[in-house]
């Protein structure tokens, strides 16, 4: 032996990498075949892609070298450019050559368009999720801008196209854009009826009339789109979204003025900032005074890619840990044999199933505008919303537990994917929010609400416990308001759990759901994860159906 040698390195296996993402999901492929889906080889395409050590690698570099803010050139002119690491682009342009930030929209895409959608949306999010934000938003803004027939015939391809162009320049010498957004003023947050921000008209008023707008946003999402949705008051007509694009049509830098970026906990990759409008040129979109209404049908579409990204972020969480303890031994036995370990990986593949089930329903709810699709996507976006990015939070948590202290250092995906998840859980209205938002429609919408009972109720009434627990919470929604209001992140979380309950039923084995039933509605289910009864779980079944051997 090397006399300078002092230990010898065993038993440590890094994070797993160079698989494929979508062939070694068998749950996601189950998932796409219930629905319809007809576009697997492309998703196994980039399944491969995205599992790659490269990828892996580009993910790594674009959240260690973060964005940086040039705000003047050297003769102090006034430039605003964020510069991004080359690793961010490769991320940007793989996910726009695979339209992740279009698909439901192309005229190529058929049937299933919002299921294809989600199952790309949540492989490219299992391995960098800050390039995800742009993405998002561009896809929420893309249904906004098709009811604006005049706008849209200047720039729908360029939005459509799946080409890359990182130019920063004028969107008619573009082959493709990104759209971000502009609602959150520091005086109002969530309240963005609140808001400061003016706009004035040039000449006339009204929609698709320019205005000047004039005020601060204190969170601008990725400020080197080529073009922002923002909200901002009319003197006579209250409060309207505009298209503010970075650039004038004459060459000229539109009045946006960047303040600084926004030092994040977690979504480093992407740039978050705060920026002044100084009579900043824009375009109304949407009728005057239904500013609010207006965005918010983009966050409808933002807020179910939340919901896909937490999926993701716990299936990658998921992923690593069931690979490391394969390998890792303690004890003289390798980690994922020894029952206490097999409890908290099956809690998570159960929590994670059900997240997916959930989140690709509603994926497939967007295909329709039927009433019970409507009344889905009305009640359970938001809800789900709500607790899917909670548990992430959670369960991401538990997955750098189970990697020790190599799960807490900032050179491996764990700590990343832990930083991350908080992000959904506030985006696009806070967890708070989402509860008042899903009894607002409740209230406005009784019909919705009781569409959705109905067709839960065509499952959980033939499940003793399913039945109970929808018994019990058909009695709870008939309470006064303020008591359901106090009782809001409660009611909503029973109301997703079963509705999980009710999709595992539907479309997992067997042996999935009835685990996630006895687990989920147990006395102690809920303080830590892990706290199972092994009495009718299936724990090798469950852990292979996560992750093939």
Known sequence: MNSWMTHQISNQFDELQDYNLFESDSILQEILANYGSRNQAQLAEFGHVVGSSQYYEYAELANTHTPILHQFDPRGRRKDVVEFHPAWHEWMALNRKYAVHSHPFSIFTKQAGWIDWAAKFYLAGQVECGNL?????TLGSIPLIQK?????????????????????IPISKKKSIWLGMGMTEKQGGSDVRANETTAVPVAESGRGKAYLLTGHKWFFSAPMCDAHLVVAKTELDGLACFFVPRWLEDGQKNAIHIQRLKDKVGNSSNSSSEVEFQNAWGLMIGEAG???PTIIEMANYTRLTCSVGSSAMLRQALVQCISYTRQRKAFG?????????????????LETEAAMQLSFYLAHCYESDDALSTAWKR????????WICKRAVEM???????FGGNGYVN??????IFKEAPVNTIWEGSGNVMCLDVLRAMSREPESIELLLQDLATTALHHETLKHELQSLTQVFAQRAEDLQFMGRSVISR?????????LLRHAPDYIAQAFINSRYSTFHGRVVGMLNPVDIDVDAILERALTS
């Open 333 to 349: 036995q390798h980690l994922a044999d020894q029952p206490l370990m097999q409890s908290v990986l099956v809690d998570m593949a």
């Open 495 to 503: 109301l997703v759990i079963l509705a999980q309950s009710v999709l």
């Open 290 to 292: 239904r500013g609010i």
């Open 396 to 402: 991401t948590g538990e997955a750098m537990e189970v």
């Open 133 to 137: 934000c742009p993405n998002s938003m």
């Open 148 to 168: 604006e027939p005049e706008l849209w015939k200047k720039i729908g391809e360029k939005l459509l196209s799946t080409e890359y162009d990182q130019r920063d």
């Open 411 to 416: 050179t491996g995906i764990m700590a990343r």
């Open 379 to 386: 009640i359970m976006t938001p809800a789900s919303k709500f």
